[in-house]
């Protein structure tokens, strides 16, 4: 059975069945559909034995699809698509039950969404997962620009443009490399197994990693091309936030490990020290944005560049333990940030307001609520024994052995990440209730749910980190490195 | 009983604290107590059965492997807990002590305000002796830092426990990022250390030992290095200088808290991480050096400022940062069952005293000394127990501090200057003075809340009465202690077949075992108490009658004692070296780059699109868009150029 073409399919379906559906069913459809893909993925991954010799231990495909290019649907899901690919199963369900935008629409394109989502990340064909990469954005996109704030229009615009600017290099990279391909062989073809047969010879290969990291960096938000970030996150609707920071984001530093660093190894390691600065870079500026920001949404969207920027370091340092790091952390990010922006929108949507200075005394008022952001916030700041430390620890420990100064901009980031977000706890929650914070109410089970979710697995993914189920696909992402390095060094 | 019960030493304590959580605020103030304390009273059995398990065979090792935790690469985290005497006997000091405590607690938080939060309180303290046991026991230094972490986390829990007050929450923040600073040192540590073994990399604290005992070659120009980042790291949780700040601060929790957190255990943290890595320490003279002068200067420094406040507890916790500089300077000098010895009589004497002074402000429901005194008349039992303990932290002979703090000034005094880096230069001896001045600062600043609060005539008003039993039960079960906790080790001038801490401790600290010195560790341990006694004779005459001004110990010299008196003012420095200095790069720096960095290179370049004439359309011609796009243009010429070049 195909069990990867269906979960990718599952979420379009659904969203063809909420726009065909009257509206009073709508909400329903569109989070029966998400659920049913997380059994699906759950299923996937019940299914899933990183035991099985070579990369991908499930598969779909391939199929050819558009014969005369050479392309195929072809699906396949290692361990580090299928930890991304459970968050986006997860994320969608707790975004579309929490979103308040009226009407159908918004739910069919978040699930329309999901489905490129997916397919981005299980995608085995480069051609397949260009066309996935371009297509998930766009339904969020427009959920922004006609659902989001005051600001939307801006917001989508700015979205749009940094994305093209990633976009067209990043076609001309994938072009260029199916030329290749075809030039080398005679066969076109763009699966990821023949590209890799056929390396592209070392005087362009910098030019084609450059148009595929260009593209990753716009989309994970690495400084300084993150300028499409705070204006969309403070804008945008909270599903369309939530599939946004969690899921989205991601892809970039997908890209990395599925694409990127496995075509064109020497140009990865040539550009490391780029990444690895950009990445400290990162760390450091998102930090201090997150530390001055009056607004909570903004605080969270420069929290998730600060650790999207860890990351990138991990994957600009390439050790295996980095690289297993960044991925874990990648995954992970989604439900921390998720579960924030959640909270956050609790609050805006029960008084108007968001001010880091609006509340205070909430620990008193709403305990419930309290718990749950203490909570979060502990795991976003990687606290051991919570969800987001063994990605931290992985990367800055890999990192030291590569670049010890961008290890000392991570390990500064955990500092400053207590900073920031201990200030954000310690003003909404600690203190004496202002005005706004006495007429609020605690939360009640149905917001609750999603949020309890969330934090369950904030906990158990503490306890029990699926670390080793990422690590196979890292190590030979991590083996290329190395197998590179070595040939180049005599 | 099955090795496997290792697993409970923490896990009792976690499984109160989740029960807890879980009733909230079902549970009745009497059931979370019961809870807590029960848990504790479990744990310290476990405890005491282990440390007899391992004591059998002197030096037996139990370890359980639950497997790994996480792995990638070489760095490898894996659940194991291991107990050998010396890990032992800590877990059965944190375990009775918290016990201890969290019965004493029952009496402490029954304010009415208290009752329904008291959940609260109890899952806290208990989270907190899980995480405690769990560091003491961890065998993977990943693990370790679980606890580490976690006994951060609780602290800055119970500190803000009354977090509505704005002061109290703001303590809570100070003390958990303050010591962040030191856990991102330890992290670098372990990176560093990872790095540094190679192939042969493990986090695993007995085979990193043996690894590096094969060949300390592996960490030959890292090892100053290593030692350093685990000293930075050490003075976070252990409030040394530098991040010593945190520290007086946090007294505004409850009193329970600053006994069991403050002064007996989370605060030893920091030299346990440095007595378990003792042969990482001992790889490099000059991070032994570093190790023992900090302590030293901590000693001497939080000494100095113990003299002037007013407030009891804050005396209290500034004596703690000076004793661990005591404890630290054992480490550096290589005493390593020394320091241990004090950090166990220490936690003893240290609880006692902060216990006794709760009591005292659960009776009078403030903590001024000012508006204290003659309270040895209505409250006796308190009385006679901060006594026992004043005289076991200022070195009474035959009291447990006695013994300990002779053992590390003396070891300081054989110390040999080139095992500490310092070449020729007679450092040791230097550092043993400053000790000595220390411990005479002690018997000053203890004897000084000592006459204020217990005798003269009582400064305040309404009539405090003797606590309750349950108050005073745990008082003086740790007298007790406090008295008699030098049995531990006694030295062998006393002539008595003695030593046992380190027959049974010693060998799992390394360094070499302490020379026993006869007369003149004799001499020094003596004379030290007869000049002690000189001051607490001076003081008394001083503060007796005094019955407003507390401040006279400084009246010879003003400036001084408001330059002391206001903690030295390093709050202010670091404030305006560390702290204004990186939120004005975040504001007016970074922030304003962000806001206006694109804009501006958007007007330049604006116009030059226009002349091209290239981008027409009419969303493309206002002013934003075009930012951005030449925003993007920017970076990505940014990043190709980049990626060309390198």
């Given amino acids: 059975m195909p069990v990867l073409t269906i979960l990718v399919g599952l979420p379009a379906l659904g969203a063809l069945l909420v726009a065909l559906l009257p509206k009073r069913l709508a909400r329903p459809a569109a989070l029966g559909a998400s659920l049913a893909t997380l059994g699906l993925a759950l299923a996937a991954w019940a299914r899933f034995d990183p035991t099985v010799p070579g990369a991908f231990a499930l598969q779909d495909g391939p199929w050819p699809w558009i014969r005369d290019l050479g392309v195929s649907w072809a699906l396949g899901l290692d361990g580090v698509g299928l930890v991304l690919v459970l968050v986006t199963a997860v994320l969608v369900p707790t975004a579309l039950a929490s979103d308040r935008t009226p009407g159908r629409a918004p739910a069919a394109l978040l699930l329309l969404c999901e489905s490129a989502v997916l397919g981005c990340f299980t995608a085995l064909d480069l051609v397949l997962f260009y066309a996935f990469f371009e297509a998930m954005l766009l339904p969020v996109l427009l959920v922004l620009a006609l659902w989001g704030g005051p600001g939307r229009l801006r917001a989508a615009v700015r979205v749009l443009l940094y994305t093209l600017a990633g976009s067209l290099p990043l076609l001309a990279a994938v072009a260029a490399t199916w030329v290749h391909h075809r030039s080398a062989t005679g066969v076109p073809s763009a699966l990821l197994a023949d590209l890799l047969a056929t390396p592209v010879p070392t005087s362009w290969a910098p030019w084609l990693f450059a148009g595929f990291a260009l593209a990753f960096a716009v989309k994970s938000a690495a400084v300084p091309l993150h300028g499409w970030l705070p204006d969309a996150y403070a804008e945008a609707p909270v599903g369309a936030l939530v599939v946004l920071a969690g899921l989205l984001a991601k892809a970039g530093l997908f890209g990395f490990l599925r694409w990127a660093l496995p075509l064109f190894p020497e140009a990865a390691i040539r550009a490391g020290p780029v990444l690895l600065a950009l990445g400290a870079l990162g760390v450091i500026y998102g930090g201090l944005m997150a530390w001055v920001q009056q607004d909570l949404k903004r605080v969270v969207a420069w929290t998730s560049v600060s650790h999207l920027a860890l990351c990138l370091v991990g994957i600009g340092a390439g050790t295996p333990d980095a690289l297993a790091g960044s991925a874990w952390l990648a995954a992970v990010h989604g439900l921390y940030v998720g579960a924030l922006f959640l909270l956050v929108d609790l609050l805006e949507a029960r008084s108007g307001r968001r001010g880091v200075d609006d509340f205070g005394g909430l620990g008193a008022m709403l305990p419930r609520f309290s718990f749950l952001l203490g909570l979060t916030v502990l795991a976003a700041i990687a606290v051991p024994g919570l969800a987001g430390f063994p990605g931290e620890i992985l990367v800055i420990i890999g990192t030291w052995r590569v670049a010890p100064v961008a290890a000392v901009a991570g390990a500064s980031g955990a500092v400053l990440g207590a900073v920031y977000l201990l200030r954000v706890l310690e003003k909404v929650c600690f203190g004496r209730p202002s005005e706004t914070a006495r007429v609020l109410v605690d939360l009640r089970p149905a917001p609750t749910l999603p949020l309890a979710v969330l934090g369950l697995l904030l906990v158990g993914l503490g306890v029990r980190p699926l670390v080793n189920v990422v690590t196979p696909a890292t190590d030979r992402v991590a083996a290329a490195l190395e197998t590179a390095r070595t040939v180049e060094a005599p | ?646």
């Fill in chain 2, 1 to 646: 009983m099955d090795v496997a019960l290792l697993w409970t030493l923490p896990g009792l304590p976690l499984f109160g604290a989740i029960v807890l959580a879980i009733a909230g605020r079902r549970a009745s103030p009497a059931f979370a107590a019961s809870m807590a304390g029960g848990t504790a009273l479990g744990a310290l059995g476990v405890a005491i059965w282990t440390l007899a398990a391992t004591l059998r065979g002197m030096g037996a090792r139990l370890a359980v492997d639950l497997g790994t935790w996480f792995a990638a690469g070489p760095t490898r985290a894996s659940a194991v807990l291991a107990a050998d005497p010396l890990t032992a006997s800590m877990a059965v000091m944190v375990a009775g002590v918290g016990f201890l405590i969290l019965l004493f607690s029952a009496g402490y938080m029954d304010a009415p305000e208290d009752r329904p939060g008291s959940w609260r309180f109890y899952a806290c303290m208990d989270l907190f002796l899980g995480s405690m046991l769990l560091l003491v026991l961890a065998d993977d230094l990943l693990l370790l830092f679980v606890g580490w972490e976690g006994v951060g986390v609780c602290s800055w829990l119970l500190i803000g426990y009354w977090f509505q007050d704005p002061v109290h929450a703001a303590a809570a923040r100070k003390a958990f990022v303050v010591n962040r600073v030191g856990d991102a040192a330890l992290l670098l540590a372990l990176a560093l250390l990872v790095g540094a073994l190679g192939p042969r990399a493990t986090l695993r604290i007995p085979e990193m030992q043996a690894v590096l005992a094969e060949d300390p070659s592996l960490l030959a120009g890292s090892a100053t290095a290593a030692g350093l980042l685990l000293l930075f790291a050490a003075t976070g949780k252990s409030a040394q200088i530098p991040l010593y700040t945190w520290l007086p601060d946090a007294m505004v929790g409850p009193t329970p808290v600053s006994a069991l957190i403050h002064a007996a255990t989370m605060v030893t943290a920091g030299a346990w991480l440095l007595l378990r890595l003792h042969f990482v320490l001992a790889l490099s003279p000059v991070a032994l050096g570093a190790v023992a002068v900090v302590g030293a200067a901590s000693a001497l420094w939080a000494g100095l400022l113990a003299i002037f406040p007013h407030d009891l507890k804050r005396v209290l916790a500034y004596s703690t940062i000076s004793q661990l500089g005591l404890l630290f300077l054992g480490i550096g000098v290589g005493a390593g069952t020394a320091a241990y010895f004090h950090l166990l009589t220490h936690a003893f004497f240290k609880a006692l005293l902060f216990l006794a002074a709760g009591s005292v402000v659960h009776a009078l429901h403030h903590q001024d000394v000012r508006r204290m005194g003659g309270l040895a008349r209505r409250m006796p039992w308190t009385t006679a127990a901060f006594l026992v303990g004043f005289l076991a932290i200022v070195g009474f002979p035959g009291f447990s501090g006695f013994f300990s703090k002779d053992a590390v000034l003396f070891a300081a005094l054989a110390a040999r200057p080139t095992d500490i880096g310092a070449g020729t230069f007679p450092l040791p001896v230097l550092l043993c003075m400053v000790g000595f001045v220390a411990a005479l600062l002690t018997a000053l600043y203890m004897s000084r809340i000592l006459f204020l609060v217990f005798f003269g005539r009582y400064r305040g008003e309404g009539r405090p009465r003797e606590s309750r039993p349950v108050l005073v039960v745990p008082l003086l079960v740790l007298s007790a202690l406090a008295l008699f906790g030098g049995l531990l080790d006694l030295p062998a001038w006393i002539g008595v077949d003695s030593g046992w801490l380190t027959r049974a401790a010693g060998p799992h600290l390394g360094g070499t075992p302490p020379a026993h010195g006869g007369a003149v560790e004799a001499a020094l341990g003596l004379g030290l108490a007869l000049a002690s006694l000189a001051v607490v004779a001076w003081a008394g005459r001083r503060w007796v009658d005094r019955q407003d001004s507390t401040d006279s110990v400084g009246s010879a010299l003003p400036g001084t004692a408001r330059f002391l008196a206001a903690g030295g003012r390093v709050d202010g420095m670091y404030d305006a070296l560390v702290v204004r200095p990186l939120r004005g790069l975040a504001r007016s720096g970074v922030a304003r780059l962000e806001a206006s960095g694109v804009q501006r290179a958007g007007r330049a370049a604006a116009a030059l699109l226009e002349a091209a004439g290239a981008w027409n359309g009419r969303v493309l011609q206002r002013g934003p868009v075009q930012d951005y796009a030449l925003g993007i243009a920017l970076g990505a010429a940014f990043l190709l150029l980049l990626a060309a070049v390198s």
